[in-house]
């Protein structure tokens, strides 16, 4: 698509003004019937809700219509789960929602500030955006006015330049999400890389025996740090945040747990120091690998200096605890401020997270060569050998990311890291070295650009011979994706690495791999967990941390691409398999493992894994086909149910798209 000519929040508003939702231009010629109806369903209303809406700004009264669509949506959404489940897993009724949403605040806005009259030509631009923001906030009750004001004041700089600077075109930040009935028909963006060499020809099966010998390396990530965490506190609080306030008067609710809490809450210190010291005792690493995500995610109301203190401050803690121990780090989306928003040279230097990059140096030098100064202060990304034969390269994956407003500005900025990456695999291999590669989100991860993905497996395809690990965070679930070529053949593995803090839902968790000395291949791997129910239990004694699972005792011995490929197909056809992966996937919380997964929630698990390109999902559909005929058989009665009756219920209601353009600034 071509984001560099996109005004992203203008575009859908020209497209639906025409009034022919019926006959929307632009929606893809693939959907079926049921899905182009839906679209045009969502248009329409999406088209109502805005007039309504912009009459009553402008008037200050409110038409029955409008009271009407106000009170069915007030208590058709929940302020919580919009913010905190990613698009990707929301139901098709909530992704409809989300959809419609998205549309109605990019008319409202659009009609509002552009044109002629409009107040984003005047003096009070920024006054005039946040009332007409904050209202629509209010008016659905999207989110507090603390988070919806923290929100705007935070982003509105950096999308004032960009909608300022960057010419409307009809396409939208709209047909951007991962929700299919929002997708309008557009080309792909060229990006334009020229990959040097032959793609493989085969599958990688290659695997060498464990010995003793084998490294040891610990991965962290998403430790998602809270200093303000109070044991006691506000755990079921309005924001997308809580365990930080005190209990309200009437709370009917239990208070936050002291070893942090299942709800949407982040890390205490004293978790993460009892971490850290549990492993420092029973593991003896070699190195340790940091995928990412310190700051916690009260993105409405983050600082520059309180982030660059959590940083300081946890990489202190790793010094202290692991004093020997080299650590290779990366970027993740929640180190900068506003949260998610990374540009570069091009853009106004107020606007840049220099200052980011120049911090992160100041603490990773320790670890790594003179060299890798360059890179990491033109944008948070290196490359280090630290044995002959053997390669790190930390990505800076906000390249992806499509809560990184910067991507909209001009696409074609991403192109350098892309290019970089292959050089620098292009040398790896001329050198005969191996190569890990961290980077903090899945290329699969329904919030990842995709034209940017197609690019990357590209490169990673191509070079799989050199790379022989991935290594992620993010998704704070225990999980791992294989990539695939263009034909089908299986050729790496990204591991994730799950999340310290227990946001959402989860149990706390680290992971050690056993690597092999030379190629640095994964031979084998163990999760370590806390059971929070348990540890909150006994507030006053140390958590007791146990060794989950280990992956090939559990799974598979061959934990080669194509071994990981085998292990798939196996999971359709026996799915025990997968559903004891999802148990682990979830870190057994005691919530998710009462939730259960059920059907859907298996399809689902199960194509993730082989997804690494989220537009590209071929060898998913063919899994998914061997899982059907195999839950079939296992449960011949089931109703087949479409999601068309939830659908029905939410189409006569409308939305606004603020609750995705809040999302879009508050994304995990
Ligand atoms: C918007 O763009 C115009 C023309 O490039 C420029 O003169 C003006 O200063 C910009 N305004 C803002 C708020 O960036
Ligand atoms: C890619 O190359 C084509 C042909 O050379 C050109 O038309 C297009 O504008 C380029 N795209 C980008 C994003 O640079
Ligand atoms: C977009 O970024 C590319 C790469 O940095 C640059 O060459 C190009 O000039 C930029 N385009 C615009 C319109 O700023
Ligand atoms: C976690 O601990 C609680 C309390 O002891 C227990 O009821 C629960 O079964 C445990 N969960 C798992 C998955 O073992
Ligand atoms: C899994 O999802 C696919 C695509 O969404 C669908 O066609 C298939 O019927 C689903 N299978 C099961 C068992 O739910």
């Known amino acids: 698509m071509y984001i560099q000519r996109t005004l992203l929040l203008l575009g859908v508003a020209s497209l639906l003004a025409s009034g022919q939702a019926h006959r929307l231009p632009g929606v893809p010629s693939s959907f079926t019937t049921e899905e182009r109806l839906t679209a045009a369903i969502s248009a329409s209303v999406a088209e109502e809700i805005s007039q309504e809406f912009v009459k009553y700004l402008k008037t200050g009264l409110e038409s029955p219509r409008l009271q009407q669509l106000g009170a069915e949506l007030r208590t058709a959404h929940s302020q919580k789960d919009i913010f905190t489940e990613s698009l990707v897993d929301l139901s098709a009724a909530d992704q409809y929602f989300a959809c419609t949403l998205c549309r109605a605040t990019v008319n409202v806005i659009g009609r509002t500030f552009t044109g002629p009259n409009g107040e984003l030509t005047g003096p009070d631009r920024d006054e005039n955006a946040k009332q007409t923001l904050l209202s629509i906030c209010d008016y659905f009750s999207i989110q507090t006015p603390e988070v919806c004001a923290g929100l705007f004041d935070l982003n509105w700089p950096i999308l004032d330049y960009i909608f300022n600077e960057t010419v409307a075109e009809a396409q939208s930040i709209c047909g951007m999400l991962p929700i299919k009935i929002c997708q309008l028909q557009q080309p792909e963006y060229s990006l334009n890389l020229t990959i040097v060499g032959e793609m493989p020809t085969e599958s990688n099966s290659a695997l060498p025996e464990r010995s003793d010998n ?143 990059y120049e911090h992160v140096w100041s603490l990773w030098k320790k670890w790594l060569p003179n060299e890798a100064e360059a890179t990491v202060r033109r944008g948070g990304y290196y490359t280090h050998s630290p044995k002959a034969g053997h390669r790190i390269v930390a990505l800076n994956s906000m390249d992806c990311y499509l809560y990184n407003w910067w991507l909209f500005y001009n696409g074609s900025i991403v192109l350098e890291q892309l290019q970089w990456f292959h050089d620098t695999l292009l040398a790896a291999e001329k050198a005969g070295e191996h190569v890990h590669v961290l980077t903090h989100i899945p290329s699969g991860d329904g919030d990842c650009w995709t034209d940017w993905s197609r690019e990357y497996n590209r490169i990673v395809a191509r070079f799989s011979k050199v790379i022989t690990g991935i290594f992620n965070g993010h998704t704070h679930k225990d999980e791992m994706n294989v990539h695939y070529t263009e034909t089908g053949l299986a050729v790496a593995v990204s591991w994730n690495g799950g999340s310290l803090t227990s946001y ?55 934990t080669s691409p194509a071994g990981i490929d085998e292990l798939l197909v196996k999971m359709a056809n026996q799915p025990d398999i997968l559903r004891k992966f999802w148990r682990y996937k979830m870190t057994e919380a005691d919530p998710k493992l009462a939730a259960g997964c059920d059907d859907s929630c298996l399809n689902t698990t199960l194509c993730r894994l082989a997804t690494s390109n989220y537009k590209e999902r071929q060898r998913c559909r063919e899994l998914q086909a061997i899982l059907k005929d195999t839950l079939d058989k296992e449960n011949p009665e089931q109703p087949q149910d479409n999601g068309v009756a939830a659908l029905a219920a939410y189409s006569f209601s409308s939305l606004l798209g603020l609750v995705c353009v809040l999302r879009y600034l508050n994304h995990l």
């Open 214 to 356: 084998d490294y040891h390396v610990l991965h962290l990530t998403d430790i998602h740090y809270d200093p303000e965490y109070k044991s006691g506190s506000w755990a079921d609080c309005p924001e997308p945040m809580c365990c930080r306030d005190p209990l309200p008067a009437d709370a009917s609710s239990t208070g936050a747990g002291y070893w942090s809490d299942y709800r949407n809450c982040d890390t205490p210190r004293h978790l993460i120091v009892n971490a850290f010291e549990h492993i420092s005792e029973n593991h003896k690493l070699d190195w340790i690998y940091h995928t990412g995500d310190v700051p916690p995610h009260n993105v409405w109301s983050t600082t520059r200096q309180g982030n660059m203190d959590m940083l300081t401050e946890i990489d202190a803690l790793i010094t202290t605890h692991f004093p020997e121990i080299p650590v290779y780090p990366c970027l993740g989306n929640h180190e900068p401020h506003p949260a998610n928003v990374f540009g570069n040279d091009e853009i106004p230097e107020s606007l840049r997270v220099d200052w980011l």
């Open 504 to 558: 959402s839902y989860m149990n706390p968790n680290y992971r050690v791999y056993e690597l092999h000395p030379e190629t640095l291949q994964v031979l084998e791997h163990h999760t370590y967990i806390l059971n929070l129910t348990e540890a909150n239990l006994k507030p006053d004694e140390p958590p007791v941390w146990h060794k989950e699972y280990e992956f090939g005792q559990q799974f598979t011995a061959n």
